[in-house]
């Protein structure tokens, strides 16, 4: 595997969105695209990277109008991780298994040239399932350890309405209001 490199599996047809993009724009490329995530762009430097789940916790937090007003570089992470087409598979697998990421955007210099995801790899080698599945079983680890963190922390109201998302679920108090436990993370 050390001969196989990321340019050799990488998806070269990137979607992509303008850093100054709304994410109601993001949302509707995704759906077009059907993917779930965009590289946001400036010119054809990487710039950030947006996916479904951040449009979804902007669209839980703030009103479904702001979702024109937020800019894709407003809640793009400031630390974008990228690995270069030159690398071997092997680095990339290292480099997402480290960081605990599903996707990597490919740079070559400052240009994005292409990505590549578990699915790529997977897709190439699906006898690496269980070194790639361990990402995401340490993710949902570390997720329920931060959830029984929190459990510590509440105290059970009642079962009722939260009023953050409207949902009936078991609430709990929280700075003041009754929330669920999605709206609590």
């Avoid at 080698?125 to 949902?140: G, K, M, T």
Wanted: aromatic share 4%; proline share 2%; glycine share 4%.
């Amino acid at each position: 595997m050390r001969n196989i490199l990321v340019s050799d599996v990488m998806t070269r047809n990137v979607n992509t969105i303008e850093r100054d993009a709304n994410l109601l724009e993001c949302a509707k490329k995704m759906v077009r695209k059907r993917t779930g995530s965009l590289v946001i762009v400036d010119k054809k430097s990487i710039a950030g990277f947006i996916s479904n789940k951040d449009i979804l916790w902007a669209l839980i937090k703030k009103s479904q109008s702001a979702l024109s007003e937020i800019k894709a570089k407003d809640i793009s992470p400031k630390k974008i991780y990228t690995i270069k087409p030159s690398d071997s598979l092997e680095d990339a697998i290292k480099k997402m298994k480290k960081l605990k990421l599903f996707r990597l955007p490919v740079v070559d210099g400052k240009e994005l040239v292409g990505l590549v995801t578990m699915k790529d790899i997977l897709n190439f080698h699906p006898e690496l399932y269980e070194d790639l599945r361990e990402v995401s079983h340490i993710r949902e680890e570390e997720e329920k350890l931060k959830r029984l963190s929190l459990a510590e922390k509440r105290v059970v109201v009642d079962y009722g309405v939260c009023e953050e998302c409207g949902e009936k679920d078991t609430l709990y108090r929280e700075n003041g209001n009754l929330v669920c436990a999605s709206c609590l993370e």
